[in-house]
């Protein structure tokens, strides 16, 4: 897209874009411990985040725009999260849900917990909590929306061009 | 020229026969550890021959996070915030054991007003554990839409475990001599006690009607079903002496015919005062295995009626001092988890903290049959069988 | 309990009955034997876990013992019946210069993880094990993490920050029923 590189988007356009990318997010499933457990609740049919535009749950990382980590990280797991993230298309977002996700949590001390997913991936939203209730995750999807609505396609793309892979 | 679309010349060919050996090797399929299912991050490498599995080597580890070296390090109270992590769909029964073999060794009383309240956690818990089982399960086999109804039933249970404990599977709510003054009950002060909170008998009334109607409900919706019996039925089987060689228990050991159930054993929390029944399996496939826990929760829901019914008034914790020393002794305590069997054993040295504490999980033994039952077993089935084992990597893994 | 444990007595005098549980100590060399006489005399047939202690005068995590020990790896297993649950718990000491045992697989079928899982946490190697290898660590870990010399590096980077006791412990009202504090 060599047009969005050198002119970038008109803002009217590029809001309808992000309007669209924000309410039609594919998330993908990532649940590894007990905050994968409040995952489920969330999509549940009390608290309900498919009113909020992600309705089908790919388990493919291909398909999917965001994924949620969701659960301790072990040493052991690390390789394959961070595989997993490279799989997945650009435009791309992570939330960190928990505090063993965010920071070791709990574990902090333990021999074969890496203290904070966002040594391996940039995190883009922290949920804190432990495990942080269904309506605190729906607060972090929430705010996930704003930032990509909020967002400049034109940095967005120049930043993937310059990032290594 | 031979026309091979002519009908005539088709006949011609159907009646070669192909006599050649294909030469076949087997595969080996990685179902890796990222998975949609609830059990979490389990790694299967299975040698697959066409359909048919046959050597299947579990990697484990995934998850391990290293509880028994963690507990080294911390004091009794900071291990019980720790230990309900284990098992995280049924979070409050993890900490009664260990609660349990601390008060032996200090040899406390709990009051029996704390022994109800634990007993009615405990059992909501196992309420809890069951319906994402069930959910989970029917989930794997096919059927999308049990999922969803076993998610809001369990959601009322959640909230009464919440206006009670402040938490909703992790409740850190147990002190070592009683429980803690209630969450939902309103303010702290020196004069009032904090207790359950109002309404809180009439809401688990009615919660626990609701409960054993849908697990009426499951059981004709889905135990109903005839595709879920034809995938279900004697797929899996697991003979009792297999069982009990690996330590395999709970609710696998009591689908292969074998009643065994701890709760008639433990004298720490009143399951003597009270009339269950314990449901057991005949043929030890995965449709019994189904099935004894769905009985389960209509058993756990009428101990609870009775619990609430003869809830005796009384102080909540006895009184210990502030800073908590075990004296030196080792025991080993053991409860029935919704899992299975899940057991403490504390070398205690009279320190802060324990010398050694070895936990014993459920779901490691449950684990270990599974290079046994998947021998020989189609690909699907082994999705059916390994979601009826019912195991969660926390517990596995610790 | 109690008629369990004199049946217990008759065989193996060196049992011991505290805190609910019955402990027998016997001997390193004797270990299968004493397994089989369990599972087939008294019928327990229930093989519940099998681990390991390391009791060592210098510890780098946690305290140490009050009392100073002999340096040794105790393996303890416990096993129970399922018609009765009655519990027993067998224990023996290894040394830690050559920590060897036989492995009851023959006996059980169920020891095979649990001896693995010691294996990997102590550095307990046992004769006769059909594949001893790794169960939870990652592929080229080093060292036996459960040794009390292992040290927990996190902790020794920057210690634990929630030192002080921040809650009191409920006190004793005038009526004499506990209040929160």
């Known amino acids: 897209m060599g047009v969005v590189d050198k002119f970038g988007l008109p803002k009217p356009i590029s809001s309808v874009f992000n309007w669209a990318r924000s309410y039609s997010l594919w998330y993908f499933q990532f649940g590894l411990a007990c905050c994968a457990i409040e995952v489920m609740a969330v999509s549940g049919p009390r608290h309900d985040f498919m009113r909020l535009g992600i309705i089908p749950l790919p388990a493919s990382p291909r398909q999917a725009d965001f994924m949620i980590v ?96 | 020229m031979v026309n091979a679309l002519d009908p005539q010349n088709m006949n011609r060919f159907s009646e070669a026969s192909v006599s050649v050996e294909i030469e076949t090797e087997d595969m080996t399929l990685n179902i890796g550890p990222q998975h949609p299912s ?53 979070g409050f029964s993890n900490e ?60 009322r249970v959640l909230d009464l475990i919440e206006s009670v404990t402040g938490g909703r599977f992790h409740p850190n709510f147990n002190r070592i001599g009683g429980v803690k003054p209630a969450a939902g009950a309103g303010p702290t002060s020196k004069k009032n006690i904090q207790d359950l909170p109002a309404g809180f008998y009439r809401d688990t009334k009615v919660a626990m009607e609701k409960v054993i109607q849908a697990a009426d409900q499951f059981q004709n919706l889905i135990g109903g079903n005839e595709v879920f019996k034809k995938r279900t039925k004697n797929v899996g089987v697991l003979t009792a002496e297999t069982a009990e060689a690996y330590g395999v228990s709970g609710p696998i050991l009591r689908a292969s015919g074998v009643k065994s159930d701890l709760r008639t054993q433990t004298d720490y929390l009143p399951y003597d005062q009270f009339d269950y029944d314990i449901p057991v399996g005949e043929n030890g496939d995965c449709y ?6 769905v009985k389960e929760m209509v058993e756990s829901a009428k101990i609870v009626l009775q619990a609430i019914d003869s809830m005796p008034s009384g102080p909540l914790q006895t009184k210990v001092p502030k800073v908590i020393k075990v004296p030196k002794g080792r025991t080993y305590v053991r409860a029935e988890n919704p899992k299975g069997e899940m057991g403490y054993y504390i070398v205690s040295d009279g320190g802060l903290g324990p010398y050694r504490l070895k936990v014993r999980t459920a779901s490691f033994s449950n684990v270990s049959i599974l290079p046994i039952m998947l021998e020989g077993a189609l690909l699907p089935d082994l999705i059916a069988i390994m979601g009826s084992l019912d195991f969660v990597l926390g517990d596995v893994d610790r | 309990m109690e008629e369990f444990f004199n049946k217990i007595k008759e065989s193996f005098q060196d049992a011991t009955l505290e805190f609910e549980t019955i402990n027998i100590k016997v001997d390193s060399a004797e270990w299968i034997e004493v397994h089989k006489k369990l599972r087939d005399e008294l019928n327990l047939k229930f093989f519940s876990w099998l681990s390991a202690i390391d009791w060592d005068n210098e510890v780098s995590v946690g305290e140490a013992p009050k009392e100073s020990v002999s ?42 993880w649990h001896e693995r899982e010691a294996y990997e946490m102590f550095g307990i190697n046992f004769e006769n094990h059909p594949n001893l290898e790794k169960l939870y660590l990652p592929d080229g870990y080093e060292g036996n993490p459960m040794l009390k010399s292992f040290e927990l590096i996190s902790r020794e980077v920057k210690p634990w920050p929630g030192e002080v006791d921040v809650e009191g412990m409920p006190e004793e009202s005038e009526s004499g029923e506990s209040a929160d504090g």
Request: aromatic share 8%.
């Open chain 2, 96 to 155: 009664i054991p260990f609660i349990a073999g601390a008060e032996r060794l200090m040899e406390i009383d709990v009051p029996e007003r704390a022994k109800h309240i634990r007993l009615i956690l405990t059992e909501m818990a196992r309420i809890s554990s069951h319906f994402v089982f069930n959910g989970a399960y029917a989930l794997e086999v096919g059927a999308l839409t049990p999922i969803f109804y076993a998610m809001e039933d369990r959601e």
């Open chain 1, 70 to 165: 969701a659960g301790t990280v072990t040493d052991k797991m690390a390789p394959s999260v961070k595989r997993l993230y490279d799989q997945m298309p650009e435009p791309k977002y992570v939330i960190s849900m928990g505090s063993c996700s965010n920071s070791g949590g709990p574990y902090w001390d333990s021999y074969s917990v890496t203290k904070g997913v966002d040594q391996l991936i940039p995190v883009d939203v922290y949920v804190p909590g432990c495990p942080p209730r269904p309506e605190a995750l729906q607060e972090g999807i929430i705010l996930l929306q704003k930032k990509i609505r909020g967002e400049d396609m034109k940095e967005k793309w120049l930043e993937v061009q310059t990032e290594p892979i």
């Open chain 2, 38 to 90: 609830t059990h979490g991050v389990l790694r299967l490498v299975a040698k697959v021959d066409g359909e048919k599995v046959h050597d299947v080597k579990p990697v484990l580890g995934y998850m391990h996070r290293g509880y028994e070296k963690l507990a080294e390090v911390r004091s009794y109270p900071q291990i019980t915030t720790l230990v309900n992590r284990i098992d995280w769909v049924a």
């Open chain 2, 288 to 293: 019994d295995r189904w099935d004894v826990r």
């Open chain 3, 71 to 112: 340096p040794s790896f105790e393996i303890i297993t416990c096993l129970s019946d399922l018609a009765n649950t009655n519990l027993v718990t067998v224990s023996t000491s290894i040394s830690k210069s050559e920590p060897n045992i036989k492995s009851l697989i023959e006996v059980y079928d169920g020891a095979n």
